[in-house]
């Protein structure tokens, strides 16, 4: 087998790890899926669009009326909560993108890919991002940086028909996949992503398991929700019947006295390290998810040309990616390459540019100051 195939196998996987940081909640065990149709009846279903915008007052894709956003909150509640699953969309539900919004403008020097962790449990069925995570690399010298975008970001939809109405950011990849997603992103913050991989938390706990775990410093408070939250990964793939038989059969939970410096965590546990967030915040997560994010890649860089083969026969089944095999090669090549260690990091929205707060019984980072936020975001990736 040629050295060619070993590295793109490698490099695949490499970019796999880039996106496996999914914030994955805890839903009430034994509970069913919630059907939005059912659950919101009064609710038509969602009729796809074509090319339409996100901004407020934006013309209607099917009437070509102001399509005001409307008090949809049922769903909201639904796409929101923290305990409850909700079932996805066909394709034929979902809308319909086809122009990102892309900004030309942009340097061509970095190249920015949109990294999405999500809750998909049913393969084709639309489902929400709870990690959402700007990859810019640096074409000529191999720099990469991360921007993490909270999932709670306020967002006003206008082209959901009958659903527009304002729900967080990571609806939009229920309601249109990766794409809807990437052209949202653009809107806003006045990028230029064309570029996603995804990848659900299956796969994450597959991943780090493939890579022989992880090295993470915890303090006790984060082995015990380590151990809760490993307790309701066992419950759920136990309830959907997932194959897991090739992860760690035993230990799964951390002892009493395993907490401090460079504990070692399987792949359950260092998923469950990654949704950690009850402790102190949302934002203290999206640190979580970067330093995992770099001890992984760390890890791929010890990893022989079989171990690569394994990895990437084991993983492809968890990755759907619009990059093309000499994009993967290229770009992995570089990030392989580089100092993650001291990557640069930073949160969107900035302090002091939004509003914490609950409106109709949803909490949310509300009126969001778009034009800073797009000027810090662009001044940290370019500057």
Not at 111 to 138: A, F, K, P, Y
Not at 182 to 199: A, D, F, H, S
């Amino acid at each position: 087998m040629s050295g060619r195939f070993y590295v793109f196998l490698g490099i695949l996987a490499l970019i796999i790890v880039a996106v496996v940081l999914l914030i994955w909640r805890p839903w009430a065990s034994g509970s069913d899926p919630v059907d939005p149709a059912v659950a919101a009846s009064t609710l038509p279903a969602i009729a796809p669009a074509a090319d339409a915008t996100i901004a407020p007052g934006a013309p209607d894709a099917q009437t070509g009326d102001d399509a005001a956003p409307q008090d949809n909150s049922a769903l909201s509640d639904l796409l929101g909560s923290e305990d409850t699953e909700i079932a996805g969309l066909t394709e034929d539900q979902m809308v319909q993108v086809t122009d990102l919004a892309v900004n030309t403008s942009l340097s061509p020097e970095w190249q920015n890919i949109l990294l999405l962790g999500v809750d998909q449990r049913i393969q084709g069925e639309s489902c929400r991002s709870d990690t959402m995570i700007i990859c810019s690399i640096n074409t000529e010298t191999s720099e990469v940086k991360l921007t993490s975008l909270m999932r709670d970001m306020a967002v006003e939809f206008t082209d959901l028909g009958a659903n527009n109405g304002t729900y967080r950011l990571n609806a939009a990849n229920y309601f249109g996949g990766p794409e809807m997603t990437m052209r949202t992103i653009n809107q806003l913050l006045g990028m230029n992503i064309e570029k996603y991989v995804m990848v659900n938390f299956t796969g994450f706990t597959q991943i780090c398991e493939a890579l022989g775990g992880v090295e993470m410093d915890i303090t006790e408070a984060e082995k015990d929700q380590i151990n809760h939250n490993v307790w309701s990964q066992l419950q759920i793939a136990h309830e959907n019947g997932w194959d897991e038989s090739n992860l760690t059969a035993t230990n799964e939970y951390l002892g009493d006295d395993e907490y401090g410096e460079n504990v070692h965590l399987n792949g359950r546990q260092a998923l469950a390290y990654a949704r950690i967030r009850k402790i102190d915040s949302d934002w203290e997560r999206t640190n979580r998810q970067r330093k995992v994010l770099v001890a992984m890649m760390e890890k791929m860089r010890g990893t022989n040309a079989m171990q690569l083969l394994q990895l990437g026969m084991t993983l492809q089944q968890y990755i759907e990616t619009n990059m093309t095999l000499e994009e993967i090669i290229t770009i992995a090549d570089k990030v392989l390459n580089s100092g993650l260690d001291g990557a640069e990091t930073m949160v969107l929205p900035v302090t002091d540019t939004y509003v914490q707060e609950t409106r109709n019984n949803q909490s949310m980072f509300y009126d969001i100051d778009w034009a800073t936020n797009t000027r810090e975001l662009q001044n940290f990736i370019y500057y």
